[in-house]
């Protein structure tokens, strides 16, 4: 009889849970059209019938963010970390909706795991640059950019974000160099030139950036 009652518990259980992945197959065609409330409902269909149904949860944080509902998309994300420990992608998610919160400290929490788990991930060694340095921890915001940098050195943003905080910190020597590599590789930015000549000018060197900021 015991044995009989475990099949049948499995069962239904494995009933419940395909039951959720047709749910969640549903909710995709729905989000492609565009129909996001109906979407919504089928993810929640589906986690009704499987509670630890992850990507299930990591679409709702998407859609809602779509949406602009921070609160529901975190809430979402952060139960999709919580039963997926190891996704980079929901760790990094879920520090751009605090981000968009103006959450820095939890933004910050969040993607400081999603470096964690990818050493190399480019954009979540960039995220956790600018949120420290909201957080005006310019240290750890260089420590995450100059891995960033290391990542992609061809990038112009990171340089330009190197430069800012650089500046933050009075560096000036530091901010006009990451701020000429930015320039090298995007090109004659105003918003990069305008940062170089305050550089400039705050170093109390008359240098390039000046008449760069003046074109």
Same mark, same amino acid.
């Given at each position: 009889? %015991?044995?009989?009652?475990?099949?049948?518990?499995?069962?239904?259980?494995?009933? /419940?849970?395909?039951? =959720?992945?047709? @749910?969640?197959?549903?909710?995709?065609? %729905?989000? *492609? /059209?565009?129909?996001?409330?109906?979407?919504? *409902?089928?993810?929640?269909?589906?986690?009704?019938? #499987?509670?630890?149904?992850?990507?299930?949860?990591?679409?709702?944080?998407?859609?809602?963010?779509?949406?602009?509902?921070?609160?529901?998309?975190?809430?979402?994300?952060?139960?999709? +970390?919580?039963?997926?420990?190891?996704?980079? #992608?929901?760790?990094?998610?879920? $520090?751009?909706?605090?981000?968009?919160?103006?959450?820095? +400290?939890?933004?910050?929490?969040?993607?400081?795991?999603?470096?964690?788990?990818?050493?190399?991930?480019? *954009?979540?060694?960039?995220?956790?640059?600018?949120?420290?340095?909201?957080?005006?921890?310019?240290?750890?915001?260089? *420590?995450?950019?100059?891995?960033?940098? $290391?990542?992609?050195?061809?990038?112009?943003?990171?340089?330009?974000?190197? $430069?800012?905080?650089?500046?933050?910190?009075?560096?000036?020597?530091?901010?006009?160099? =990451?701020?000429?590599?930015?320039?090298?590789? /995007?090109? #004659?930015?105003?918003?990069?030139?305008?940062?170089?000549? @305050?550089?400039?000018?705050?170093?109390?060197?008359?240098?390039?950036?000046?008449?760069?900021?003046? +074109?």
């Amino acid at each position: 009889f %015991l044995i009989v009652s475990i099949l049948a518990v499995s069962g239904c259980q494995n009933r /419940q849970q395909q039951a =959720a992945v047709g @749910l969640y197959v549903d909710a995709v065609m %729905l989000n *492609e /059209q565009d129909k996001k409330a109906e979407a919504i *409902e089928k993810l929640n269909l589906a986690v009704a019938k #499987n509670p630890k149904f992850s990507i299930a949860y990591s679409m709702l944080g998407d859609i809602y963010r779509q949406m602009a509902d921070y609160e529901n998309s975190a809430a979402s994300y952060k139960k999709a +970390t919580q039963l997926n420990p190891w996704s980079c #992608n929901d760790f990094h998610n879920l $520090g751009k909706v605090y981000q968009l919160m103006q959450n820095f +400290t939890e933004a910050a929490r969040a993607y400081v795991r999603a470096c964690d788990l990818e050493p190399e991930h480019f *954009e979540a060694h960039l995220d956790s640059a600018k949120v420290c340095q909201q957080l005006r921890d310019y240290d750890r915001a260089i *420590e995450y950019g100059v891995i960033a940098r $290391g990542i992609s050195p061809d990038s112009g943003e990171v340089e330009k974000v190197l $430069g800012d905080i650089y500046e933050a910190k009075k560096e000036h020597s530091q901010a006009i160099d =990451a701020d000429k590599r930015a320039l090298e590789l /995007q090109g #004659n930015d105003p918003e990069i030139r305008l940062p170089l000549a @305050l550089a400039d000018l705050r170093s109390g060197e008359d240098g390039p950036g000046v008449e760069l900021g003046k +074109t």
